[in-house]
């Protein structure tokens, strides 16, 4: 028999963790104060020692509790993906696919058909996220070009897609002197938030330095590329996400495009195997990133 306490004990502990108060876990639970503050007792009784002290109107986790709550949160976070799978699963044959909000909109979903004239019995399921905030949400398969800084256990398990190339871009009528040399001043450029190391891969794969009189910086690609196009200054971005702006002069990019060093991959879940529908999407989603 598992010596375990009560899971509803372990659901009140972790959210009176994560929130430091008792009355905001209770919200969250749809419980009463008093239910969750008895269920917080008797997990301290039943281990034998405080979990929690005092912070003003709130509670604070002690060294204890931190080190209980590690745990707790990571199981509850394994239990709750493993649940959403087995659903997902039960439904039928699918993919959860977690990628950036703007390869989603600019480049994925407008050839989806694609992949369900080939496939249609497979679902595929889409979670937009941040670069930030880039992680495996439950999904089957995490996309990204910028993985390198992703735990030692996800890069051992990326699945090259495909190379990815980068290049300043800006209005036609934009300032920028291309031949100035390896110095490039412009009015204004462009940052992303959360892909800040973009710049510093151009400079050294060219040779070349952007910098900019102001800078501008957007948490998503999609609003640095907005920004380029109304003429605000020049934005690093990848070919692929473009396309369009650059075939109907919206946009040009007058050093052209150099491939970074690492490309863009897919990572599995670590806590599952490679599902057949994931293999499937996975075998598509190059074949169609090598047509451009």
């Not at 989806?112 to 679902?123: I, K, M, N, T």
């Not at 002197?177 to 940052?191: K, Q, S, T």
């Amino acid at each position: 028999m598992r010596q375990l306490p009560p899971l509803s004990a372990l659901r009140a502990f972790d959210a009176t963790a994560r929130l430091g108060s008792v009355t905001r876990a209770a919200e969250e639970l749809g419980r009463t104060h008093g239910a969750v503050s008895r269920q917080i007792r008797g997990l301290q009784d039943h281990l034998g020692a405080p979990l929690f002290d005092k912070a003003g109107a709130g509670l604070r986790l002690n060294a204890q509790g931190q080190a209980l709550h590690a745990v707790v949160a990571e199981a509850l976070d394994r239990l709750e993906q493993g649940w959403r799978r087995a659903r997902d699963e039960a439904r039928g044959p699918g993919v959860h696919v977690a990628c950036s909000a703007t390869f989603a909109t600019r480049w994925l979903a407008p050839r989806l058909a694609d992949f369900y004239r080939g496939h249609p019995e497979v679902r595929v399921r889409l979670s937009m996220t941040s670069a930030r905030e880039m992680r495996d949400e439950g999904a089957d398969l995490v996309i990204a070009w910028d993985w390198k800084g992703f735990p030692a256990a996800d890069r051992a398990r990326a699945i090259p897609l495909a190379p990815v190339a980068f290049g300043p871009v800006c209005a036609p009528g934009y300032p920028f002197d291309e031949v100035l040399g390896a110095e490039i001043a412009v009015p204004c450029r462009i940052d992303h938030d959360f892909t800040s190391s973009a710049w510093d891969q151009w400079a050294a794969a060219t040779g070349r330095r952007v910098s900019g009189a102001t800078e501008l910086s957007f948490p998503h690609t999609h609003l640095c590329i907005e920004a380029a196009i109304t003429g605000l200054g020049v934005a690093l971005v990848e070919r692929r996400l473009i396309s369009a702006e650059l075939a109907d002069g919206r946009l040009r990019a007058p050093c052209g495009f150099v491939v970074f060093g690492q490309g863009l991959v897919a990572i599995p879940s670590g806590d599952r195997y490679q599902s057949a529908s994931a293999s499937l999407f996975i075998d598509w989603l190059a074949t169609a990133l090598a047509g451009g």
